[in-house]
């Protein structure tokens, strides 16, 4: 039994998909990645609310471990990544903005339409929640897709692992406080990793623009 | 009197031994000699237990099943010998026992040439692989075990590595296979979707729930798969490079009795798992096999590579299998039991039959290739006069697969034409026209293989000698002889105790569940095999006395008429000029009037190729060579337009691979959403 409210859940939910979609219309990486911040703070809180209902000591540690890896860690590497290359901008993309749009209406549509309805069933009071974390999903799935830049593709990613956490969270089929622990040091690694491998990127091609990464592909 | 566990036993003691062969073989890979006494010896080990196994499974019913329990639970080692996995085993286990003897001599050749270490443990893998293929009863064990048997008869294709042919032939060969095991692959797959289960037994018995699409497209995949290592035409272009490429015993195997595993799984996927066969099943089946057999024998009849000749016979032998197997079907969907008795005990007949002459006629050719270094017979002539032992033998399994009373070819022949008979005249016309067609085709296939192995022994063995390595040839080894001996001698018991070998065969047929109740259209005493509508009765002991008599007494009068004539040596008439060895027939030119009545069918080619005297001014040609030869159709018109296809299929497929991680990350979204979408759905 999820201890928030629906109410305050559904309202969650809507700040966290927000963030995302503000991600595909910034301009800036700064943007970005204070917008992944603010999703790592909810999501960090949430469990810490939820450690202090079930009092548990685990639970509390494990939530203090994503306020620490999501909400300090990671933002300090790409803040860091982004003075150290001058990577301020990135207004590369695919699609224009109105384009951007459409897609974005369309995969909310999709997750809000029958298909996903049955999963109401895992958690019948928060069903309006849960396809609002569905979309979140696919839109940060969509945000790796569609920008060029990549910094804002591993905000994506890292965005969509935070849709993942909120889906769990609001269905209530959250993992073990054991296994949330290693899942977040398995995220730390990959913002290190991933972090090491940007600024190789940038020292070997002079950008992080993956378009222009031509001679990875085999000719 | 004999109990399934005496059978079992001798059947685990196979398999054992041939393991123990293998693995010897290979500790002893640094010592040529002991490495092919060890291979082979517990080869023959081996096939004599599998023998002694299957002849009890075969005259005292001990059939037997058993499984190895697996720590996966979808990977037990199921094992279930019936009469028909039975007879199949016999097969292969005389076979092996004969080629094995050969091999003892044979594979001295290759000594300090080749490694023979792997020769021996690949032999020995192939025929447990082949036994276990013919008595696996679940689905994943028995791909495991086809995989096997497929792998360890590639290595042996490519044995002779040091020649390219040999692994062009190999990889032709691999791609084949596996392109077989594909659609058996998707058969099954189906088969287990329909039913749950992987278990053979199970799957029988849950068949009627299995909708009749689903029975006919396993039937066509099943067809594809199985005809393919069968060699039905046009799956057969890996058959005529491969088996010639291997090692003559080996040869033998592959084309005396590998090839008939394919056979095996038709009939028990056809007649023992999926019953209530429709009626197109058997007409397509008799189609395939009209087809087969007759372009068989004639692409046969325009190779002047011997063991090409031979392999490409094998097409045209599975061929007429399918003849008496596809009209076994047609008979079995008209409820004409008895007759698809006939027919199925004709197909199991001549499956035995052409294991035994086919292996004998490999380890003939084996033999002179051996002493010439060649495979082409334009380099032969003559043989007989220095191997006239091997001559003999090969002329006996020439005669036995030209179906010549009394050898065992005649008498499997004779079965499928009464089958074929009995549909043209008790069915309506739309299955008649079939069954004409496969008659008409059988006694074309029936004079054009006599044709063609007139050629080969006359070209080989007979006339001068075309090439100097003739007169270095030798007779064949003393174990080369033995297994010859032993294979043309079975050629000729087989054809005089046909009666009693038919009786035998009708009890595998009666053992399959839809004929169980059933009496066979025919009776068959050691005697006499004949027909109960007294449409047609042969003695087979009977046409060998009166042969036998016949020749004696012409010998005799011959003798009376001569024995006061002096014999007189002389200088042959040669109208005034020398004699020498381009005077001859030589075997293109023997074909060269068949293949201009079905240029047609065999395309001819004529390649000239002219060397003048003079370059610039080209008025006197120096050299001029004609190279005849056949289009392969079969790639000009079907594998080659497919590989186009595939190549342009490909190239499309390869804009997906853009090097771009955005469009990678694309491609998981969308299959994500289609996923959903399907689960959804």
Redesign the interface.
Same mark, same amino acid.
């Given at each position: 039994m999820n201890p928030l409210s629906p109410q305050f859940l559904f309202f969650l939910e809507t700040v966290l998909l927000a963030s995302v979609i503000f991600m595909h219309l910034t301009r800036k990486n700064f943007t970005v990645v204070f917008l992944y911040t603010v999703q790592s703070l909810i999501i960090s809180g949430s469990l810490f609310y939820s450690s202090l209902m079930e009092a548990s000591f685990l639970l509390m540690a494990a939530a203090i471990m994503t306020f620490l890896v999501k909400v300090i860690v990671a933002p300090f590497f790409f803040y860091r990544l982004i003075q150290k290359h001058r990577l301020q901008f990135s207004v590369s993309t695919?699609l224009n903005g109105p384009m951007t749009f459409i897609v974005l209406a369309l995969l909310i549509a999709?997750s809000h339409s +029958? &298909? &996903?309805k049955?999963l109401a069933i895992i958690s019948p009071a928060n069903g309006d929640a849960l396809l609002l974390s569905m979309s979140m999903i &696919?839109i940060s799935? &969509?945000l790796?897709?569609? +920008? =060029?830049g990549a910094l804002s593709?591993m905000v994506g990613i890292l965005s969509m692992e935070n849709a993942i956490v909120s889906f769990a969270y609001v269905s209530g089929l959250e993992t073990t406080a054991g296994a949330q622990v290693g899942i977040l040091f398995i995220i730390f690694i990959w913002i290190i990793i991933a972090s090491v491998f940007a600024s190789m990127i940038y020292h070997y091609f002079g950008s992080l623009d993956?378009?222009e990464m =031509?001679h990875? =592909?085999?000719e | 009197m004999f109990s399934a566990f005496t059978s079992s036993i001798f059947f685990l003691a196979a398999l054992t031994l041939w393991m123990i062969g293998a693995i010897g073989s290979l500790a002893f890979m640094k010592n040529d000699q002991r490495a092919n006494l060890w291979g082979n010896f517990f080869a023959i080990f081996g096939a004599v237990a599998g023998l002694i196994s299957s002849f009890l499974v075969l005259v005292f019913g001990s059939a037997f099943s058993f499984n190895i329990p697996s720590s996966l639970h979808l990977l037990s080692l199921s094992f279930n010998v019936d009469k028909l996995s039975g007879f199949f085993i016999f097969a292969i286990s005389l076979i092996s026992l004969f080629t094995s003897i050969y091999a003892l001599g044979y594979v001295k050749h290759y000594y300090k040439k080749y490694n023979i270490g792997t020769l021996g443990f690949f032999y020995n893998i192939f025929l447990a692989g082949m036994v276990i293929v013919s008595s696996a009863s679940s689905i994943l064990f028995f791909l495991i075990v086809w995989e096997i048997m497929s792998l360890a008869s590639y290595f042996l294709v490519i044995f002779e590595h040091k020649e390219r042919s040999n692994i062009q032939a190999g990889s032709l060969y691999f791609i084949m296979t596996h392109i077989g095991t594909a659609f058996i692959t998707l058969a099954f797959l189906l088969l287990y979707h329909a039913t749950g289960t992987l278990d053979f037994e199970i799957i029988k018995s849950n068949i009627g729930a299995v909708k009749p699409l689903t029975k006919n497209i396993v039937f066509i995949l099943a067809l594809i798969g199985f005809g393919t290592k069968a060699g039905i035409i046009p799956f057969h272009i890996w058959l005529p490079s491969a088996h010639p490429a291997a090692p003559s015993h080996v040869s033998a195997l592959m084309s005396g009795v590998m090839i008939k595993t394919g056979i095996y799984m038709l009939i028990r996927i056809f007649m023992d798992i999926m019953a209530d066969a429709p009626l197109w099943w058997g007409v397509v089946i008799l189609l395939i096999g009209a087809i087969s057999s007759l372009l068989g024998v004639l692409y046969a009849l325009t190779e002047h590579d011997i063991k090409k000749v031979l392999a490409y016979s094998s097409i045209e032998n599975i061929g007429i299998i399918l003849l008496g197997l596809g009209s076994s079907l047609i008979f079995w969907s008209m409820n004409m039991k008895p007759f698809a008795i006939l027919g199925l005990t004709a197909a199991l007949f001549h499956t035995l039959n052409h294991a035994v002459f086919k292996s004998l006629l490999f380890m003939g050719a084996g033999a002179v290739i051996s002493e010439m270094h060649t495979r082409n017979m334009e380099e032969y002539g003559g043989l007989i006069k220095y191997m006239p032992q091997t001559a003999f033998f090969f002329l006996l399994g020439s005669m036995s697969i030209s179906a010549l009373p009394p050898f065992n070819g005649f008498f499997s022949e004779w079965l499928i034409f009464q089958s074929l008979f009995k549909g043209i005249s008790g069915s309506d016309i739309s299955v008649c026209w079939a069954f004409m067609l496969a008659a008409g085709s059988l006694a074309f296939t029936g004079g054009l293989a006599a044709m063609c192995f007139v050629n080969v022994f006359g070209a080989t063995f007979l006339a001068r000698p075309r090439s100097p390595e003739v007169y270095h040839a030798k007779e064949s080894n003393v174990t080369l002889r033995i297994g010859m001996f032993a294979l043309a001698a079975l050629t000729l018991v087989i054809g005089i105790t046909a009666g009693t070998v038919t009786n035998i065969l009708s009890g595998v047929a009666n053992d399959l569940a839809i004929f169980r109740s059933s009496p066979p259209a025919y009776y068959s005493t050691p005697l006499t095999v004949g027909l109960k509508n007294n449409f047609a009765s042969i003695s087979m002991p009977f046409i060998f006395i009166s042969l036998v008599l016949v020749s004696a007494i012409i010998f005799f009068i011959v003798f009376l008429f001569t024995r006061k004539r002096k014999i007189k040596f002389g200088t042959t008439w040669d109208c005034g000029t020398t004699l020498s060895p381009r005077m001859e027939i030589t075997a293109t030119g023997f074909a060269n009037s068949i293949i201009a009545i079905f240029r047609g069918v065999l395309k001819p080619t004529k390649q000239v190729s002219i060397k003048y005297r003079d370059e610039n001014m080209r008025y006197f040609p120096k050299t001029e060579t004609v190279k005849l030869g056949t289009k392969d159709i079969y790639r000009g018109y079907f594998y080659r337009p497919l590989h186009i296809f595939t190549i342009k299929v490909s190239e499309y497929v390869k804009r997906i691979q853009s090097g771009n991680i955005n469009m990678y990350i694309l491609y998981i979204l969308l299959t994500l959403i289609a996923i959903l979408l399907i689960v959804a759905v």
């Open positions: 695919y999709f +029958r &298909f &996903f049955p &696919f799935i &969509f790796t897709v569609n +920008r =060029k593709q993956v378009s =031509k990875l =592909k085999e | -």
